[in-house]
């Protein structure tokens, strides 16, 4: 009895062991599942709920930033079409302008050389010249000089800028040919060739206006500084000033004086020959280089 008593002791001890290792396990499992269940991921229709959210969140950024796009495409299309049109609308007007502006400015040029060339002095002379020069000079020039190229046909901006260079040096003429390198120096006359000159200018040139008898005086002056001759009456000898007057005109001295005591020049050119052609035809004198005419003269240079 005592020896069934002490085995079902053990019994009863292992029947109670086993039962706590159970119910410890059981414990400890069901510990391991509830910390589990608080790790373990979302399930995958919290996942689909999020991803569907953050495609319509980028969908509605896209939306806006291509609105905005399309807002300031528009706005630049609508300032590029608007600023053709005015470039467009002015285009012509501009044109038109600047064609009026070069008429006016021909036009006044026109008119500047004009009012020169009817410029009269306060005291003109009444007598025209009786002759005009027929012959070359026999003497030969001591100095080299360049005769500029031929001028140009038809007007230009180019001519106009050489009209206005001419009267603001001082000329009383503008040419279309102007040589900007000519220079005299001061010739001074003794009172003998003074008075000579006086009469060959007046006898030349005396009803031709002040200007008229400055481009015969500068005649006189640039052969004696270029052909080398040493005075007025060697220049009319050589030269055969014919057209000269005894008593001349205050107009006459003036130019003389203007030339040659002042040392000025009529024209920006070298002039070295003239002559009358509604007196006379000179083949000689339209061989050589053409300057300009002045009334019933034409003026030249040496080739």
Request: proline fraction near 4%; include cysteine; charged fraction near 25%.
């Amino acid at each position: 009895m005592q020896k069934y008593s002490k085995y079902a002791k053990i019994a009863l001890v292992t029947v109670i062991s086993l039962t706590l290792a159970t119910v410890v396990q059981s414990a400890g499992v069901g510990k391991l599942n509830s910390n589990t269940d608080m790790v373990r991921p979302r399930s995958y229709s919290s996942v689909e709920e999020a991803s569907s959210k953050n495609l319509k969140q980028t969908a509605k950024a896209t939306e806006k930033a291509t609105e905005k796009a399309t807002e300031k495409a528009t706005a630049k299309a609508k300032t590029k079409a608007k600023t053709k049109a005015t470039e467009k609308a002015t285009e012509k007007p501009t044109e038109k302008a600047t064609k009026n502006a070069k008429t006016q400015v021909k036009a006044k040029a026109k008119t500047k050389a004009t009012e020169k060339a009817t410029e009269k002095p306060t005291a003109a002379p009444t007598e025209a010249p009786t002759e005009a020069v027929t012959e070359a000079p026999t003497a030969s020039a001591t100095e080299a000089y360049t005769v500029p190229t031929e001028p140009p046909t038809e007007w230009s901006q180019e001519l106009q800028n050489n009209y206005d260079a001419q009267y603001n040096a001082g000329y009383l003429v503008a040419i279309d040919n102007p040589d900007y390198i000519y220079k005299t120096g001061q010739i001074t006359l003794s009172k003998e060739d003074k008075e000579l000159a006086c009469q060959i200018v007046y006898g030349e040139a005396g009803g031709e206006g002040f200007e008229g008898c400055c481009l015969v005086a500068q005649c006189l002056k640039d052969s004696m500084a270029f052909l080398g001759y040493s005075s007025i009456a060697d220049v009319q000898k050589y030269c055969r000033y014919d057209g000269w007057q005894k008593n001349y005109s205050e107009t006459a001295k003036q130019a003389v004086e203007y030339i040659f005591d002042q040392n000025r020049s009529a024209v920006a050119h070298r002039l070295l020959y003239f002559y009358a052609p509604n007196l006379c035809k000179s083949e000689w004198h339209e061989s050589q280089y053409f300057v300009l005419q002045r009334g019933n003269s034409r003026f030249f240079d040496m080739y």
